[in-house]
């Protein structure tokens, strides 16, 4: 979490600032710093809002636990099922520790390259008073921050669907990994979107026997990587992956293990469910209907091709944003999205030329 400084010192009139970055995320915290290397006024404030979970985002945040496997056992892990059969492996809430700590260390990083570039970070409840003018309420006071360009990276939280109910044991969430004391023997992941496919690495390394499932024909995997080469990974490590099946229904057997119902008929079992295909966009309170900003049906930004919303200056980051979005959690998107809004280009830039992106945000601006 990045360190806020103490709003109280601000006068109530509106600091203007170049760009106004909204959320904790990691792609929050990377545009932050790419518009700060631009030597642009930047403000990065941390929206108050009902279930704010890990600020790195749930990828990320499993990333940082599967790190946290080779930490624990000093272990470098090759695609070897021999690794697998190994015992005294860490449960996932010892492993959620070690990434707490991990966590830390890094936002603490990017806070002394945050302080370096003369960021600003403030936090508080937000709320759009304009197109331009964002209010920050804290301690029963308000201050307000004025900027032509605000980039809304907030994140979004798990949503169960119908067919789920969690209740943080034999079906849970990804929020409620975490809260695990026991490597489940077995487990079914449905949803094979980053948060999936991190589970899946992640639990797998664990010596879990993991079967991904996904309704759609193939992994959706972003910009310049190979859906092909994810799948091997996976494969090597023993995951069972099973496309076009979309599941119906789930129900908890006598024994303890957990079942669900395949459209095709099929019935699969396992010790445990995680449901990881349903997010909800952190956008609620933010007053963005009233600029006239379209949201999907899960409050999630709706985006043209270079994350422009209807509300111009305004656009979408990261998995807050509904589409595109592939896109919108490409690695290479803050940087890129940052040169696009500021009117640099890649070779104006100071970042490391030897690094290709995929981000088409070369061509005008849409509406």
Request: with cysteine; charged share 25%; proline share 5%.
């Amino acid at each position: 979490m990045t360190r806020r400084l103490n709003s109280e010192h601000y006068c109530s009139c509106a600091m203007n600032f170049d760009v106004i970055v909204l959320g904790t995320s990691s792609e929050a915290l990377e545009a932050a710093v790419a518009a700060g290397r631009l030597g642009a006024r930047v403000a990065l404030v941390e929206p108050w809002m009902p279930d704010w979970f890990a600020p790195g985002g749930a990828p990320q945040w499993l990333q940082r636990m599967r790190d946290s496997i080779a930490s624990c056992t000093r272990t470098v892990f090759p695609d070897s099922p021999r690794r697998r059969s190994q015992a005294g492996l860490p449960s996932p809430a010892v492993l959620a520790e070690e990434a707490v700590e991990r966590e830390a260390c890094a936002h603490r990083v990017v806070q002394q390259r945050l302080d370096r570039l003369q960021v600003q970070s403030f936090a508080g409840k937000v709320r759009f008073l304009g197109a331009d003018q964002v209010a920050l309420q804290f301690s029963g006071r308000e201050m307000r921050l004025s900027s032509p360009l605000k980039i809304v990276a907030t994140g979004s939280r798990t949503e169960m669907p119908a067919w789920a109910v969690s209740d943080g044991g034999r079906i849970f969430s990804v929020d409620e990994v975490a809260t695990l004391r026991e490597i489940p023997r077995s487990l079914m992941i449905v949803g094979g979107g980053a948060t999936g496919l991190e589970a899946s690495f992640l639990f797998s390394l664990l010596g879990t026997r993991v079967t991904l499932i996904d309704r759609r024909h193939r992994l959706p995997i972003g910009p310049g990587v190979s859906g092909s080469t994810i799948l091997r990974q996976l494969q090597r490590l023993g995951v069972r992956v099973l496309l076009d099946s979309e599941v119906t229904m789930s129900s908890k057997n006598p024994d303890g293990s957990v079942s669900v119902e395949l459209l095709s008929g099929d019935r699969l079992s396992a010790e445990r469910l995680l449901v990881t295909t349903e997010r909800r966009g952190r956008t609620a309170d933010l007053g963005l209907e009233e600029l006239g900003v379209r949201l999907d049906e899960r409050s999630r930004l709706w985006c043209d091709e270079q994350l422009q919303t209807w509300c111009s200056g305004l656009v979408g980051l990261g998995d807050v944003v509904g589409h595109p979005r592939e896109l919108a959690e490409s690695p290479l998107a803050p940087r890129e999205l940052v040169w696009f809004l500021l009117g640099h280009t890649p070779d104006r830039a100071v970042v490391d030329k030897s690094v290709a992106s995929p981000v088409p945000f070369s061509s005008s601006r849409g509406n």
